[in-house]
C-alpha cells in the first residue's frame, strides 16, 4: 500500500513539474531582454480629389473602416491634418493618413494581395489624386 502512495505522489509530481517546466519554457521569450519582437508598420497618406462633395470626402472613411475588418492588419487608425504650428519640415497637405502595424512582414505583404484589399482600392481609388505609402519595421 506504502510502494502504491509513493508510485502515485512520484507520477503526481512528475506531472506537475513537466508542466511548470512547459509553462515556465512558454513564457521565457516574454522576459528576454535580447530578443525584441519585430513590428512592421503600414502608413498611408492621401490627396483627394478637390473636386469631391463634402458627403463624398466622408465617405472615403468608410475606405478605412472596410480595411479595418481585414486579417492581419492590427490597430488601423487614420485622421486628417492636426493645425500643428507651420514648421519648414511639416507637410500637412494631404487630406488623409492612415496607420496599421503588422506581426510580419509576410503578414504585410499577404494583406496587400488580398482580394478584399484590392477591391476596395479599386472602389475609393477614383477618389484620390495622390496616395504615397510608407513600410517601417520597428525593433
Same mark, same amino acid.
Given at each position: 500500500?506504502?510502494?502504491?502512495?509513493?508510485?502515485?505522489?512520484?507520477?503526481?509530481?512528475?506531472?506537475?513539474?513537466?508542466?511548470?517546466?512547459?509553462? %515556465?519554457?512558454?513564457?521565457?521569450?516574454? %522576459?528576454?531582454?535580447?530578443?525584441?519582437?519585430?513590428?512592421?508598420?503600414?502608413?498611408?497618406?492621401?490627396?483627394?480629389?478637390?473636386?469631391?462633395?463634402?458627403?463624398?470626402?466622408?465617405?472615403?472613411?468608410? %475606405? %478605412?473602416?472596410?480595411?479595418?475588418?481585414?486579417?492581419?492588419?492590427?490597430?488601423?487608425?487614420?485622421?486628417?491634418?492636426?493645425?500643428?504650428?507651420?514648421?519648414?519640415?511639416?507637410?500637412?497637405?494631404?487630406?488623409?493618413?492612415?496607420?496599421?502595424?503588422?506581426?510580419?512582414?509576410?503578414?504585410?505583404?499577404?494583406?496587400?494581395?488580398?482580394?478584399?484589399?484590392?477591391?476596395?482600392?479599386?472602389?475609393?481609388?477614383?477618389?484620390?489624386?495622390?496616395?504615397?505609402?510608407?513600410?517601417?519595421?520597428?525593433?
Amino acid at each position: 500500500m506504502e510502494r502504491r502512495k509513493f508510485l502515485f505522489r512520484s507520477v503526481q509530481a512528475s506531472a506537475l513539474l513537466l508542466i511548470s517546466a512547459n509553462m %515556465f519554457a512558454s513564457a521565457l521569450p516574454m %522576459f528576454n531582454p535580447l530578443k525584441k519582437k519585430k513590428v512592421y508598420f503600414h502608413y498611408l497618406l492621401f490627396w483627394l480629389r478637390k473636386d469631391l462633395s463634402e458627403a463624398e470626402v466622408k465617405e472615403f472613411e468608410n %475606405f %478605412f473602416e472596410g480595411l479595418k475588418k481585414l486579417p492581419y492588419q492590427k490597430n488601423l487608425r487614420y485622421g486628417k491634418p492636426a493645425d500643428s504650428s507651420p514648421r519648414n519640415v511639416l507637410d500637412n497637405t494631404f487630406t488623409y493618413n492612415a496607420s496599421m502595424e503588422f506581426d510580419t512582414l509576410e503578414e504585410l505583404e499577404a494583406y496587400g494581395q488580398l482580394p478584399e484589399h484590392l477591391a476596395l482600392v479599386k472602389k475609393y481609388k477614383p477618389f484620390f489624386e495622390k496616395m504615397l505609402v510608407h513600410d517601417t519595421v520597428y525593433n
